[in-house]
């Protein structure tokens, strides 16, 4: 059990341009989960996937957001066209649910500064 | 629509009393209840979880936390404050996942 990771750790870059973000989960887990974090606030949810399915996306995530698991395994987080108040942490969880559980373990995040 | 709340920002504490940490939730149906911690530029790390079992609930570094349903409530606690108990504590419910706006914690000395 490796955990879950994420890359890259940091990304600068300048309004208009688009950056991708990875996530890899823990390798047994179906379940992986987007989030936003802003600094004093909490995580917000973005969308999340069981298998390679797309199965909940929140307001929050604008048409220039875009997320993909094709094989059910890695994700990526595409944002478009980035504004400066996309500028945040990106946080990656992934879980394996169960009857009765679904506890969510966290990657270290991307951090995104839009200039 | 479910929402947390964590009353208190910012909680300071003398090394060696009491934590206790708030939060109360809403949610139409019995929810799934977690409390995180985030050390700084750390990723978090989950410290505890209730999932109808028992209502009394015993995490990671001696924390645990108490499910009352008449007050919505889900409260951390730990008997006596480390130093490295220092970070972002944040209340989650699930499903869906919805966390709190956290509490920061301080130790003095």
């Known amino acids: 059990d490796t955990g879950v990771s994420q890359n890259p750790r940091h990304k600068i870059t300048k309004r208009g341009q688009n950056v991708t973000f990875r996530c890899d989960p823990i390798s047994e887990h179906n379940r992986l989960y987007w989030y936003r974090q802003t600094l004093g606030q909490g995580p917000e949810f973005l969308t999340y996937?069981?298998?390679?399915?797309?199965?909940?996306k929140s307001r929050l995530l604008s048409d220039r957001f875009s997320a993909e698991r094709p094989k059910g395994s890695f994700s990526t987080l595409e944002i478009q066209r980035t504004e400066q108040g996309d500028s945040a942490m990106y946080l990656c969880a992934s879980s394996s649910r169960t009857v009765s559980t679904d506890t969510q373990y966290f990657g270290p995040g991307t951090r995104l500064t839009v200039l | 629509a479910q929402s947390v709340t964590q009353l208190g920002s910012h909680v300071s504490v003398s090394e060696g009393a009491l934590v206790l940490l708030r939060c109360n939730y809403s949610?139409?149906?019995?929810?799934?209840l977690f409390w995180y911690v985030q050390y700084p530029n750390q990723g978090l790390q989950l410290l505890l979880k209730y999932t109808s079992a028992a209502t009394l609930v015993k995490g990671i570094n001696g924390f645990e936390a108490e499910f009352k349903k008449s007050e919505t409530s889900f409260h951390l606690t730990k008997p006596s404050a480390h130093m490295s108990d220092a970070a972002e504590y944040f209340c989650?419910?699930?499903?869906?996942?919805?966390f709190g706006p956290g509490t920061r914690l301080s130790v003095l000395p």
């Open positions: 949610s139409s149906v019995p929810p799934y």
């Open positions: 996937f069981q298998n390679e399915a797309q199965l909940e």
């Open positions: 989650a419910v699930s499903p869906p996942p919805v």
